[in-house]
């Protein structure tokens, strides 16, 4: 198989031949900082679109009734500008945190490979493997308007298995599906193409590899949930 040829193709690559995406990523690392710039800068189109449609009476009534129960100091930051600069630093520091950490795991975890990456070399690799969640962006802004923008802004990120679900602020599981990316399944097949492409690995332990850091975090804090 070629790699991409160039770093446009690459991202189109991601979604029709992540071995072709990964097999360039392994020869041209710098390439990898594309799709974490886009990552970054898409939660500002969506928001800003999404604060743009939405009658803020109408969120902050609702958003109002809510923090009351859950979080009343908050009630007090409840304008516009404050809230979407919360939603946009919110989806920059989780995507990026999340690049650290798949990178941390996967540099970690290919150890024992005697193909060796560096952690930025992984880095590169969680930025493309979270790069569907540019697609997510879109799906929401064109939810956001079919529905002109009468969304509550905790459900209005389809990224997120809230998205779907629409759990209010009151509801214990909210912060957990707000969190739950839906694009899960996406993310494990990337990881897994970029295990099976940088690796020796046999391909049920570079699905282990793949799955069991997000897995094993949401299990473990659906369970807190339960037992707390």
């Given at each position: ?11 189109v ?46 969120l ?6 809510q ?15 404050t ?32 193909h ?15 790069f ?26 389809l ?12 509801n ?40 069991l850091p ?15």
């Open positions: 198989m070629n790699p991409s040829s160039n770093p446009l193709i690459m991202l690559d991601i979604f029709r031949s992540p071995s072709a995406c990964f097999l360039a990523l392994y020869q041209r690392g710098a390439w990898g900082w594309q799709p974490y710039v886009f990552l970054i800068l898409t939660p500002f189109l969506f928001w800003g679109a999404y604060f743009e449609m939405v009658d803020f009476e109408w902050k009534q609702g958003l109002t009734e923090l009351s129960v859950t979080n009343p100091q908050q009630l007090a930051l409840l304008d516009a500008n809230l979407m600069a919360s939603e946009i630093i919110s989806d920059m520091a989780g995507r990026t945190l999340t690049i650290l950490m798949l990178a941390f795991w996967f540099n970690l975890a290919a150890k024992p490979s005697q060796q990456h560096g952690f930025w070399k992984w880095f590169a690799a969680g930025a493309v493997i979270t569907p969640a540019v697609l997510g962006d879109l799906a929401s802004y064109i939810s956001a308007l079919l529905k002109h923008g009468q969304v509550m802004v905790y459900a209005a990120d990224n997120s298995l809230n998205g779907l679900l629409k759990l209010p602020l009151t214990e599981w909210s912060q957990f599906a707000s969190s739950f990316p839906l694009l899960l399944p996406w993310y494990i097949t990337l990881g897994y193409a970029a295990v099976g492409t940088w690796t020796e690995f046999e391909r049920g332990q570079a699905l282990v590899i793949a799955a997000w897995l094993a975090y949401y299990l473990i804090w659906a369970l807190y949930i339960i037992i707390f």
